[in-house]
Nanobody
Framework: VQLVESGGGLVQPGGSLRLSCAGS????????IGWFRQAPGKEREGVSC????????YYADSVKGRFTISRDNAKNTVNLQMNSLKPEDTAVYYC?????????????????WGKGTLVTVSS
């Protein structure tokens, strides 16, 4: 499975962006899909995840209420809608796939990774 992220860019504080993770070479239906981010000088952290068995979702406390993850099975894509963005959301955002029914949100257990898309929140 190959993953390609899109939708990053520069946005002002309070603005919104929608990231997409497009899969190819296989259906994402069987994978838990996670979004991770890595800011300069910081470790990669799990931001959100959607399971494969019942589409249950996980959000880190730092993004809860602002980010929404969803699947578009017809397009073999997982989206991350990011609202009320803050400067501390600035990072490279990666999507990753894990062949598992539930989300672990553990980078070490993910099977496939995209190359990332940069999100910059600045005025």
């Amino acid at each position: 499975v190959q993953l390609v992220e899109s939708g990053g860019g520069l946005v002002q504080p309070g603005g919104s962006l929608r990231l997409s993770c497009a899969g190819s070479g296989g259906t994402l239906d069987y994978y838990a899909i996670g979004w991770f981010r890595q800011a300069p000088g910081k470790e990669r952290e799990g931001v959100s995840c959607i399971s494969s068995n019942d589409d249950s979702t996980y959000y880190a406390d730092s993004v809860k209420g602002r980010f929404t993850i969803s699947r578009d099975n017809a397009k073999n894509t997982v989206n991350l809608q990011m609202n009320s963005l803050k400067p501390e959301d600035t990072a490279v955002y990666y999507c990753a796939a894990e062949l598992a029914p539930y989300c672990t949100v553990v980078a070490a257990t993910m099977d496939y990774w995209g190359k990332g898309t940069l999100v910059t929140v600045s005025s």
